[in-house]
């Protein structure tokens, strides 16, 4: 995620088969979400951006280790930059259609559970 702190602000984070992820990303490419972040697997040096404030948290600590679980289950966790409600929205929409999973926004305060 093209930032410089380990907050993943305004993006879109979930879980996703990979069975669902090339379909997820062309839809999301097509819906005008050129960024799609794929961090693939517990070993993914990548996915420190998203699990280095996880544990910081209160119940997003229990959202971390079933993100863990779901690469151990061959799942990725992605990545989409949301400019607005509106980009959220529709990210949402996108990955539901995909079976996403634990689907959560990082706001620039809070961390809202989509």
């Known amino acids: 995620m093209p930032q410089t702190t380990d907050y993943p602000r305004h993006y879109v984070v979930a879980v996703l088969r990979r069975e669902h992820l090339d379909a997820a990303r062309q839809e999301l490419q097509q819906a005008g979400f050129a960024d799609v972040i794929v961090h693939s697997g517990a070993d993914d040096p990548l996915k420190d951006q998203l699990t280095a404030n996880l544990t910081s948290f209160g119940d997003e600590s229990v959202i971390l280790q079933e993100h863990q679980k779901a690469w151990e289950e061959g799942a990725v966790t992605v990545g989409i930059y949301a400019a607005d ?30």
């Open 85 to 114: 409600s509106d980009h959220k929205q529709k990210i949402r929409e996108i990955l539901r259609a995909h079976d996403g999973l634990q689907m959560m926004y990082f706001g620039g305060l809070v961390v809202e559970e989509l």
